[in-house]
């Protein structure tokens, strides 16, 4: 079978919920993938940041083998000898006091809201379903009803109401409103630091340390989304930290799993996750020991690679190189560690095209929304490699001028 036998049993069988480049990938390591015809590209995209450490890290395989033939899954009916050291690795290296755990990011967005309203009720004292959470415009926090539910973005809402209740929308980056939309009511702020999906929105410098005082002040929680964001990808551990703000709440996933397994988790005080007693919130396969195990050595691969560190200086080599290229259809080029975004003019044609072309010479990424052509490449890429990706863009950008 070759790529287009592939691409047609794709197009016939699946649900057509995406829209994939075509290449129809077979094989992975480190930065670079290969297709079914054995061409190989550089992956400038890392699964939306769920492959940090690279594809099919060795370290990785190792431990998903150990752990496979010892103990997968004891759902926590019963307990694992790996979830209590994952829950205190993940304290320790975060500095919170509490985990829960799930699997998908949605998941633990999820659990996050459950949580800050459970909270208002029994700790801030919000009268019974009143509960209020304010979310930003523009915002992507996964795709569960709830959570479209407060998406401004119609294609992830259209015919898929009755919505959930309780949210409300404010414009990102805006701390008057944010100001103006909190009320007795509000259980929660929750925001992501960097909004990617949207296009490597990065708001004004200030915003998030103000956001988080004015939270506090009103005894509303500051909940950071850092699923994409978080464990390294932006040059610190979370995005949060380049404005030294501590969220009263975290939600991670993506390369919590390593590219291996899907793990998400949520992260906050003993105050706050204490909320919960037993059989309120769970999930099955939440917590199981290949999912903690697999976590573990992700989490020890960033630190000892000291892929956070790589993503910073990496990160702004790549971005001052891009910020050089010279083309009428660039109207910004923005980032923050290894996550950068080119916004196009909207007269360049969309941002699909470009990441076509790229694809012909190799490298792997993808538009976001119409105008943006975003670039996360795994976190232990090398300069030369960089480099190599640069001279692509470079040359795609001069093709299609
Ligand atoms: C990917 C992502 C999610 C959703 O994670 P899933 O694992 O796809 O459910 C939520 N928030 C942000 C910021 C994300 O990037």
């Not at 917590?287 to 903690?292: F, S």
């Not at 020890?300 to 190189?321: M, P, T």
Request: proline residues 5%; aromatic residues 8%; glycine residues 8%.
């Amino acid at each position: 079978m070759d790529s287009r036998d592939y691409i047609l049993l794709e197009e016939l069988y699946s649900a057509q919920n995406y829209h994939p480049l075509d290449a129809v990938l077979t094989k992975g390591k480190g930065i670079w993938v290969w297709d079914v015809e054995g061409r190989k590209y550089l992956d400038f995209l890392s699964g939306y940041s769920a492959v940090n450490q690279g594809h099919c890290h060795p370290r990785l395989i190792k431990v998903v083998k150990d752990q496979a033939k010892r103990l997968t899954l004891t759902s926590r009916a019963f307990r694992n000898d790996q979830w209590p050291l994952l829950a205190k690795e993940l304290c320790d290296l975060t500095g919170f006091d509490m985990v829960l755990p799930m699997n998908s990011g949605a998941e633990s967005i999820e659990t996050a809201i459950k949580t800050a309203r459970k909270w208002a009720y029994k700790v801030k004292g919000v009268p019974k379903d009143k509960a209020e959470i304010i979310a930003c415009a523009n915002n992507f926090h996964g795709r569960t009803v709830t959570i479209v539910s407060f998406s401004t973005e119609s294609l992830y809402r259209n015919d898929f109401g009755p919505f959930t209740p309780g949210f409300v929308v404010i414009p990102y980056g805006d701390i008057d409103a944010l100001r103006q939309a909190i009320t007795p009511y509000t259980a929660a702020f929750l925001v992501e630091p960097v909004q990617a999906e949207a296009g490597i929105l990065i708001p004004p410098p200030g915003y998030l340390r103000e956001a988080k005082r004015i939270c506090a002040e009103n005894n509303v929680l500051f909940i950071a989304d850092e699923i994409q964001t978080g464990l390294g990808r932006t040059g610190r551990l979370f995005a949060c930290d380049h404005e030294e703000v501590r969220p009263d709440m975290v939600v991670i996933g993506k390369s919590l799993g390593g590219g291996y397994y899907p793990v998400s988790a949520t992260l906050s005080t003993r105050q706050i996750l204490g909320v919960f007693k037993p059989g309120e919130h769970g999930s099955t396969f939440g917590g199981n020991p290949l999912a903690c195990a697999v976590a573990r050595e992700a989490l020890r691969i960033i630190q000892e690679e000291k892929l956070i560190e790589n993503a910073a200086v990496a990160g702004s080599y790549l971005l001052d190189r891009l910020k050089k290229i010279k083309s009428r259809h660039i109207k910004e080029v923005r980032g923050l560690g290894l996550l950068i975004g080119i916004e196009l003019k909207p007269e360049a044609g969309g941002a699909r095209r470009f990441c076509e072309e790229l694809k012909k010479d190799g490298l792997l990424c993808r538009e976001t929304h119409e105008n943006v052509i975003r670039f996360a490449p795994p976190l232990i890429i090398k300069q030369k490699d960089l480099s190599w990706a640069y001279k692509r863009i470079k040359k795609v950008f001069k093709q299609l001028s």
